[in-house]
């Protein structure tokens, strides 16, 4: 979503901290047994926590390499940080790394970086694949949808001046255009979001214990190739539908060589007339251009079959919203239209043309207001957001979908969406929130976040909840965002309504959160509630979750630094709650008001369980915040136990940046 640069919370000039992961051993050598990660974790630590998906997941730094694993390192704008886990594998020309299959698979899906062009843009290189020393094949990767710089909204150009030259930096700890001499910035400037995925149908079924191999060939243009991990998987034959309005016989070209845009809208409109549902064969589709649905069903063949792909192209006068492109995007009509309704997309894939973020521009893979609709099954990759919906909206069901590399969110409910449900979707490299409810203008209400799994958002936050009445999160996996946000945000920001109802935020696990505030110069929390622009005092309950690995705090609440005095947060109630390691505390409170523990349980804390700083005014009567024991609250770290009674009700025990101590790794409890 679209941001601003936040004000201060003080400016003091201190080093970014880059942490390690302690205890990860060094590359498996050939014949180890195959390690099988969710998120880079053990997959007991996070049972019934997540999506639950078709592949499995293998971490490149538990394989056999010739090339040297990178990482571990949680310091923003390096590689290490943006992998899954931290760590990954650099391969330089003839080197490789191997896997061993866990499961019997025929497709697969890598995780990689190249470097960019000299003057950005991309470049594309191969990979090479073979399955047992054989069953050659080549990937071909691309950097032309990674590597971006500088300052919000981001360029392509490596060599940009600043882009906002009038904001404050942590570099210098300055304004450059208000310092003199003029400060020197290093270029690139802040790079970023180095990431992208393929995906490789084998050609045939290998069995559990094959070997895959990538190794970056000899000659290669890319000079270093890093992979991160690999997903392996046992696709299912194509989707057929004989009974079906199909694209083909308006004249549709699998081929993808001519565009078929204009043969999609006839077997829409036929599907509507007949009462049919609208099928897509498998084949690549070119669509250059919104395709608008509304009471349709639209079924592909599955979508490593189904291929619809579009180019971004220029709109030349821009669009009555603001857009200067548009791309391939299925949407339901204008809210201000009406909306659209009984909408039911399935088993294909989008894939976009977006290589800058423009805020303004619609090139989304699903836009617009459906209403009594569902989306599922889809794989969407290279659009600006995946799904972005514009209410008022209502009862819409996301499940199953797979939305990886995006230049900002994966999801958005923005305006008014209420009575819909997000289930069982696999988010990752965002460039902005994973999942998001954005309630401007009108209140999203009663919306349903669950069993999601979302990793290593480039910027934000893997989930995050700005205003709304009566939502819930529920039982997501969220891994390794990378600055500037926290696993799962509540945050009084961006013109949102305020909080009303009950927000239940239950049962979730956040695992290396708590990143690095760019803007701030501090570390935020696993969770951060975050009052901005209003107070927030709606019935906030935070149940069952677990925060593991923190790289800085687990549990965050803060104002910001002109407001301090301005906003407060009540009535937030942590319950059953676990902490396994944090590189400084447990709570961190930057703002007046009060929360209640109850079974909150932590261990390998790396410094005093409870920072609290209230509203930074230090009155005698102690802090603004209070802290309320309600029982059960044990376990705790290198200063004692977490909580302890000495910083009740609202001890000062400000540390504005307190030493980073790194945790061991989780482990079961």
């Known amino acids: 979503m679209s941001r601003t640069p936040p004000r201060l919370l003080a400016v003091v000039t201190v080093a970014a901290v880059g942490l390690g992961v302690a205890g990860i051993a060094g ?38 390499t010739t090339g040297t694993v990178i990482g571990p390192d949680r310091t923003a704008y390096t590689l290490p940080a943006e992998a899954s886990g931290r760590t990954a594998v650099k391969l330089q020309p003839g080197q490789h790394v191997e896997f061993t299959l866990p499961a019997a698979a025929n497709a697969i899906t890598v995780r990689y970086s190249i470097p960019d062009a000299p003057n950005g843009g991309g470049i594309r290189a191969p990979l090479q694949v073979t399955v047992n020393g054989g069953g050659k094949k080549t990937m071909n990767l691309t950097s032309e949808y ?32 208000a310092t003199t001499p003029t400060p020197v910035i290093t270029k690139p400037f802040r790079p970023m979001h180095f990431y992208d995925e393929e995906r490789l149908l084998l050609g045939r079924t290998y069995p559990a214990g094959a070997k895959v191999r990538l190794t970056a060939p000899k000659g290669t243009a890319a000079a270093w190739t890093v992979i991160d991990l690999l997903d392996s998987e046992m696709v299912g034959a194509p989707h057929v539908n004989l009974l079906a309005s199909n694209v083909l016989l308006f004249g549709a070209d699998p081929t993808g060589r001519r565009d078929s845009a204009a043969a999609f809208d006839k077997a829409i409109a036929l599907a509507r007339l007949a009462r049919l549902k609208v099928y897509v064969p498998p084949g690549t589709y070119q669509v250059n251009r919104h395709i608008i649905v509304d009471n ?56 976009g043309d977006v290589r800058e973020r423009i805020d303004t521009d619609q090139v989304n893979g699903i836009g617009g207001a459906l209403s009594d609709s569902s989306i599922s099954g889809l794989h969407i990759r290279h659009t600006k957001v995946g799904l972005w919906f514009d209410g008022p909206m209502r009862n819409t069901r996301v499940t199953d979908n797979i939305i990886v590399d995006q230049i900002a969110d994966a999801l958005n409910f923005h305006i008014g969406v209420t009575d819909s449900v997000v289930r069982n979707n696999f988010v990752r490299n965002t460039g902005d929130d994973g999942l998001a409810m954005w309630s401007e203008k009108a209140a999203n209400a009663r919306n349903v976040f669950d069993r999601n799994t979302v990793q290593t958002p480039t910027l934000a936050n893997g989930i995050a909840i700005y205003g709304g009445t009566d939502n819930t999160v529920s039982r997501n996996l969220i891994a390794d965002p990378i600055r500037e946000g926290s696993g799962i945000q509540v945050g009084s920001r961006f013109g949102a309504e305020p909080f009303a109802g009950k927000l239940s935020i239950t049962d979730n696990t956040v695992v290396r959160a708590g990143t690095y505030e760019l803007n701030w110069n501090i570390g935020l929390g696993a969770i951060w509630i975050y009052a901005l622009e209003k107070n927030i005092d709606a019935d906030i309950r935070v149940t069952g979750d677990h925060y593991l690995d923190s790289t800085y705090n687990a549990i965050m609440l803060v104002s910001e630094w002109s407001v301090k005095d301005l906003y407060s947060i009540t009535n937030v109630h942590f319950k059953d709650v676990r902490v396994d390691g944090t590189g400084t505390s447990v709570l961190s409170a930057r703002v007046k008001g009060g929360a209640t523990f109850e079974n909150v349980d932590a261990r390998n804390v790396g410094a005093v369980g409870i920072n609290n700083c209230g509203s930074f005014n230090f009155p005698p009567t102690g802090s603004e915040f209070s802290v309320t024991d309600l029982g059960g609250n044990d376990g705790g770290g290198t200063t004692g136990p977490w909580l302890a009674a000495w910083e009740l009700p609202n001890t000062i025990t400000c540390d504005d940046r307190p030493p980073v101590v790194v945790p061991p790794p989780p482990a079961q409890w």
């Not at 500088?150 to 255009?177: G, R, S």
């Open 27 to 64: 590359p498996a050598q050939a014949g180890t047994a195959p390690v099988v990660t969710r998120a880079a974790l053990d997959p007991a630590l996070v049972a019934g926590r997540g999506a639950t998906v078709n592949f499995l997941e293998q971490e490149a730094e538990n394989a056999a």
């Open 146 to 177: 990674a590597w971006l710089y500088n300052q919000y909204p981001f360029t392509n150009d490596p060599q940009a001046d600043l882009l906002h030259p009038d904001w404050w930096i942590t570099e210098c700890a300055c304004v450059p255009a």
């Open 296 to 351: 349709v069903t639209i079924e592909g063949a599955g979508n490593w079959y189904t291929k619809i792909k579009g180019k971004e192209v220029a709109l030349d006068p821009p669009a009555p919203d603001g857009s200067v492109h548009t791309g391939v995007g299925f949407y339901g009509k204008d809210a201000a239209d009406g909306g659209s309704r009984n909408v039911h997309l399935s088993g294909f894939a989008i894939e």
